[in-house]
């Protein structure tokens, strides 16, 4: 059995999960229970499974939830996944990216599709779905001095109209061979991060991560374009931003299933008002990475009003 720390989550697993450091504890808040064990899924009863093929299914104590030629099954209370033990790096991608986010949603909380850094003492968000640049950008902020907070997945956990964001604490970031190749990160040794796929876990040392929940300062939406020659910051005002963050939810659809309209619609104006989101866009190319983390680093020390052109 192995103790670990996934976002909101205390977890005890008896899944040996790849890439996860252990007994790595978050700091300063209370942290949900959660319980990781291998399971055939096969065997729970769910006669629906049988008539008709659909994402998710409702077992009345909780969901089982299709994942392709694999799934897993989340209690509603967000505290059990179990899942089919089958290679370690596929479940530790299974458990870390939708075995999370389910327990996330299932408790309410939101799950943004977002990277995040610690910035001073400022935690933000990078958001920006796959090929926007996130983990390069990411990447190129830690080279900068900031902490590491998480890749792909930053959970929302709400509370008497405040917000808290939660790093991932003991998993690393991932990079394509492209990204690795220009800082001069040699993939001998690296991790794949699951079968067949193109991207590996780049191990950090303990003091470049940040385990501590807080409150997000900035929200940064990631648009490259094919030509810029300067990296540009708006602002984005609330009616807009609302849109914005639906767009940026990870498993949209489990949470509109799931979450009532009106949690939704709540959560994303409580995180609008208290977060300044800005677009930020950039010439997708490695040259124009020190501008791009200069402008983030900048706005986020000294928020812009409207626009700021870097």
């Not at 983390?293 to 706005?299: G, L, P």
Request: proline share 6%.
């Amino acid at each position: 059995m192995s103790e670990f720390t996934l976002n909101q989550f205390s977890v005890q697993s008896d899944i040996h999960l790849s890439s996860v450091v252990s007994n790595h504890g978050s700091q300063g808040q209370p942290l949900r229970q959660l319980s990781i064990k291998s399971a055939c899924i096969e065997d729970i009863p769910c006669l629906a499974r049988q008539l008709r093929g659909q994402l998710s299914y409702d077992i009345g104590h909780g969901i089982i939830v299709e994942r392709g030629s694999d799934s897993f099954y989340v209690s509603f209370q967000g505290d059990q996944i179990l899942v089919n033990n089958q290679k370690q790096d596929y479940t530790t991608r299974l458990i870390a990216g939708p075995g999370i986010c389910a327990c996330t949603i299932l408790t309410k909380g939101l799950p943004l599709f977002a990277s995040c850094v610690l910035i001073g003492d400022h935690l933000v968000g990078l958001l920006g779905n796959s090929g926007t640049g996130k983990s390069t950008i990411l990447w190129a902020l830690l080279q900068s001095g900031c902490l590491f907070g998480s890749d792909d997945l930053v959970p929302i956990v709400f509370d008497n109209g405040f917000h808290t964001a939660y790093p991932s604490v003991s998993l690393f970031p991932k990079l394509r061979p492209p990204t690795l190749e220009h800082f001069g990160i040699d993939r001998q040794d690296l991790h794949r991060v699951t079968f067949g796929e193109d991207k590996f876990w780049v191990p950090l040392l303990p003091e470049q991560i940040t385990a501590c929940p807080k409150p997000l300062s900035a929200l940064f939406l990631l648009q490259p374009l094919s030509t810029a020659d300067t990296v540009t910051v708006r602002r984005n005002f609330m009616e807009k931003v609302a849109h914005v963050l639906s767009q940026c939810i990870q498993n949209k659809w489990l949470a509109e299933k799931y979450l009532k309209p009106k949690v939704l619609a709540d959560q994303y104006e409580m995180l609008a008002s208290s977060v300044p989101v800005y677009t930020i866009s950039y010439s997708k190319s490695f040259e124009a990475l020190p501008g791009i983390t200069a402008a983030i680093v900048e706005a986020t020390h000294h928020p812009v009003r409207t626009e700021a052109i870097y």
